[in-house]
């Protein structure tokens, strides 16, 4: 389960496909924007708008200048959310980061953004 991020703002080509992405996969929901005048979409984990989804401008493709590197979201339940993954077939890699006790679960979004997903373990 995801727990906490302030907030990032990425571009998207498809706003269906998106919401798929960071809504049934992953788990976040769509909750209220201010009026502003761009469409795009507002994700929240609690209260907190954490992710901003605005229009890729026309003709970008994926991965070329429309979304950010990568941002890092924290969540726990290790185990239940790599089956998660695993049961929309959706690819992803994990390491433990150097010098810590942090698994990091990478991935990417329908429109080339890399998502990083970092779960604290225990220390032996």
């Known amino acids: 389960?995801?727990?906490s991020l302030g907030h990032v703002t990425v571009r998207s080509a498809d706003f269906e496909r998106t919401e798929r992405f960071y809504g049934d996969l992953l788990g976040l929901r769509i909750g209220p924007?201010?009026?502003i005048a761009v469409p795009g979409r507002w994700f929240y984990i609690g209260?907190?708008?954490v992710l901003h989804v605005l229009p890729r401008a026309a003709g970008a493709a994926a991965g070329t200048g429309g979304a950010i590197d990568h941002f890092a979201f924290e969540a726990d339940e290790l185990p239940t959310f790599q089956r998660r993954l695993e049961a929309a077939g959706q690819a992803f890699?994990?390491?433990l980061l150097a010098d810590s006790h942090i698994w990091q679960v990478f991935l990417t979004d329908p429109d080339g953004?890399?998502?990083?997903i970092s779960f604290r373990m225990p220390a032996h």
């Open 1 to 3: 389960m995801l727990l």
């Open 47 to 49: 209260d907190r708008a």
């Open 93 to 95: 890699e994990g390491s």
């Open 113 to 116: 953004a890399r998502v990083e």
């Open 33 to 35: 924007r201010p009026a």
